[in-house]
């Protein structure tokens, strides 16, 4: 027929709606490999179906545009197919559709019609089916997965293909189960998995979680619990929603879900639910009351017009949900209008009745009377749903699997033996095909992730329009300018337990659900090292972090460095010492005739000046970075000068001593062993014994140098650790002891008028170190560990300034300022009756003593 003679017919056709079609037996074509098709062609809602007590036959007369539509898609390709040369050429595909009314025990008589043997209504029983050739060579369909479950198992036994454009139960990939089972729509896994995406990009994890129940709602629901709970999404309130005609009852447990979901601080309701539960459940809804939410919708209920059309849905929030992707078909809907145009057309009517005689709907009753009361009004707003591509590209499935099989090419197909179903199955397993141009592939187990659109509700009336907001390839992308939320002022919605933690927070859960918790920092230490964490994670010993931290920085060595405020003055004190020091060893090595110098010990005084020297030059062994060299070398080049210096300190005390206190007998015997060689005899002496208590130190309680992680915060100390405190004490002793003799020896020496013997100086001398390491020890023990190191550094210098400045200093002054004091009867003796004077002669008795007054000041003793 002529395009504008078909444009007449169908304007006829809307205009005498009531003349009946012949639509209904355009569902059947004879060809040599013919397709099954089972389509919601009916409904059951008038069906009667639960007061049957008898297992007779049922008409549904409840009209289903979708379903006619998905049937005249599936009719449209394999007609595309027989008039093309590439799949199939020289061989026609026939098919035979059924409606299932959506129930199983409808669909159950075409599937047994399919099963039949070819040219008879019956199945035989045989121990072996593998010769067994039914009517049909695959099944397109059904669209519902409740309906799958029952005739994939009866296709199942039989290894029947069974294509369908719908189901998408994840329970149908189960290939032991199902092992002829394939869908040209994804499994609800993955849409699910693009909902669990879907939820975590807008940040929503305290939801609820509403299912259908059915086998679909049921398995859709658990499949959706456990995926969203190993991604940290809560589901605060779950239920299931009885289908339609459910008892008083069950809806009271709807009821109280919703009042639940309207009293708790849950935004987002997931429902996975058919189309006639999801109206039942937004029905009611809408009657009480229910808070604006976004309702986020499974693919089967999304495009329902038992939803789309209920009253007052624009009251209910915002709607969104993934759809199948498919190709684009344009022309789908010239298509339909030619079908319905002749189907008007009475001549056509009469030629279809001559040409396939025996409907056989004696058997199977009448494949769609409803379709023969139709016009193009009642199936325009189905023409581009989603799913006609799905029906399309199941029968090109189909068709690649026969050429594959055959096997055909460009010239044709070299045989026209019969095909059993079994055999077309081994073919369709990892199988690739073309439907419109794209590319489409059967995987292991018989699904195709052809990608979904995330479509938001657009309201406009009478019902919404669906707008592509995003899309899910295996991963989400979102179009945020084009979501618009029924909010005030489209802000969008928060469905939290609680606010979100910021960065270097770590979530403590309380009660029952991870998505209710406290925000915890994570303290100095430690570190959130993703925002899932419950617990923060310590840094590694050579690492640190501050306070809410989100990783961990290297430990930086400390050390006592010599750029260091406290090490410059330190390093300033030390050139001052040896500065004094030199100044007073080179008065000293003038002077060394003086009675002065020759009263302070005169060569030995000379040999503790340079100890001090060596005390003072000791300090710097404790800045820089620790080595084992340096940390072994401190205390005996602390300690062995320190004891040659207090040795000669305490052999002037002993002279001095013996001079003022002892009889002049036994002063006179003793003089002569406390100078001389004897003298430095004894100073070597004790040398050797504080080198013995050094080497033995050092081999009993070697020093080491540790790395301590712990006592910084941000830094790993590096230090010298002494491993015995009572060893370190035992050096100090041999030090102490020459110390305390020298206390001890001038201490209760009266000073004679007129006599300078420097026991004061002595004394001074001796308490300088007394107080120096006495006060060392409780500074020692108490400053932190990275500056003990400048304690020790400081109290070296301060005993060796305190030596120098009670004993040497003020005899330098006298050489320097007062050289009239420096008179051999001031500090040797020698007056009259004097039998205790030292380093003069006899003659020395004549000489003329003039008076000398001690001033405190000028004359320190």
Known sequence: MSGPALLGLSALLGLGAAAQLCLSRQLRMQGDYVLGGLFPLGSAEDAGLGDRTQPNGTVCTRFSSLGLLWALAVKMAVEEINRGSALLPGLRLGYDFFDTCSEPVVAMKPSLMFMARAGSHHIAAYCDYAQYQPRVLAVIGPHSSELA?????????????????????????????????????????VQVTAVVELLRALGWDWVAAVGSDDEYGRQGLSLFSSLASAQGICIAHEGLVPLPGAAGLRLGAVQELLRQVNQSSVQVVVLFSSPGAARTLLSHSIRHGLSPKVWVASEAWLTSDLVMTLPGMAQVGTVLGFLQRGA???????????????????????????????????????????????????VSTGLLHHQTFAAYAAAYGVAQALHNTLPCNASGCPTREPVRPWQLLEKMYNMSFRARSMALRFDTSGNMDSGYDLKLWVWRHPRPELRTVGSFTGRLQLRPSQMRWHTPRNAKPVSQCSRQCVEGQVRHVKGFHSCCYDCVDCKAGSYQRSPDDLLCTPCGQDQWSPDRSLRCLPRRPKFLAWGEPAVLLLLALLGLALCLVLLALGLFARHQESPVVRAAGGPRACFGLACLGLVCLSALLYPGRPSPASCLAQQPLLHLPLTGCLSTLALQAAEIFVESELPPSWAERLRGRLQGPRAWLAVLLAVLVEAALCAWYLRAFPPKVVTDWQVLPTEALVHCHARSWAGFALVHSANAALASLCFLGTFLVHSRPGHRHGARSLTFASLAYFITWVSFVPLFANVHVAYQPAVQMGASLLCALGILATFHLPKCYLL??????????????????????RGSNRGAEGTEQKPATCDPVASPQ
Not at 820 to 836: I, Q
Request: glycine fraction near 10%; aromatic fraction near 10%; include cysteine.
């Open 816 to 837: 320097l300022r007062q050289p009239g004091s420096n008179a051999p009867v001031l500090f040797l003796g020698g007056g009259p009756g004097d039998a205790r004077g």
């Open 328 to 378: 684009p078909m344009p022309d789908f809907p010239s298509y339909v209008q030619t079908r319905l145009a002749l189907a008007a057309d009475p001549a056509f009517c009469a030629f279809l009745d001559t040409e396939q005689p025996g409907l056989e709907e004696h058997v199977a009753g009448p494949r769609c009377p409803q379709c023969d009361h139709i016009s193009l009004d009642d």
């Open 149 to 189: 479950l029952v005739t994939g198992k009866l296709f199942g036994f039989f290894l029947m293909p069974q294509v369908s454009y719908g189901a998408s139960m994840d329970r149908l990939s189960d290939e032991e189960a199902f092992p002829s089972f394939f869908r040209t729509v994804p499994s609800d896994r």
